[in-house]
């Protein structure tokens, strides 16, 4: 997925179209006011936003209508959530950070880091839990009794 997200997409958009993937995803629709909850904020901020993605061809939008994403933005969404789930995984399991704070940190991080820098942490990821599994173990047992 090297190179899926657009340059002239800013990480803000990325946040809705991940929010309107996800909210169609579990609901089968996707409305203003479920947007605007899921990213907390107005509808009208919502509204406008969606001008702004239908202009860039990445949603059809009309008001009053139906919200569904174009397969361009489908493929930035699904992109942007893929990352998501990663980084959510990777703080846990390898940094052994707290569920609710790599979520947290995940969601921000997704939108700022590189697809090369992902490639390469779920190459480390992968390299640490394969060749040095009681390394890893060992690191996670001393930061949750740091913690603790």
């Known amino acids: 997925m090297v190179g899926v997200v657009d340059q002239g997409i800013t990480k803000r958009e990325e946040e809705y179209l991940e929010a309107m993937y996800m909210l169609y995803k579990n609901k089968g629709v996707i409305r203003v006011k479920d947007i605007a909850k899921a990213l907390s904020v107005k509808p009208p901020s919502v509204v406008d936003a969606l001008k702004k993605l239908a202009e860039k061809g990445l949603i059809e939008y009309e008001k009053y209508d ?83």
Do not use: N
Request: charged letters at 30%; glycine letters at 4%.
């Open 66 to 148: 139906r919200i569904l994403l174009t397969d361009r933005g489908r493929e930035i969404a699904e992109a942007t959530y893929s990352k998501h789930v990663f980084l959510t995984k990777f703080f846990i399991d390898i940094l052994g950070i707290p569920p609710e704070i790599a979520e947290q940190d995940a969601c921000q991080f997704e939108h700022y880091v590189s697809e090369i820098t992902v490639e390469r942490m779920k190459e480390f990821a992968r390299f640490i839990q394969e060749q040095c599994p009681y390394v890893l173990k060992q690191f996670l047992k001393e930061k949750l009794e740091t913690e603790g």
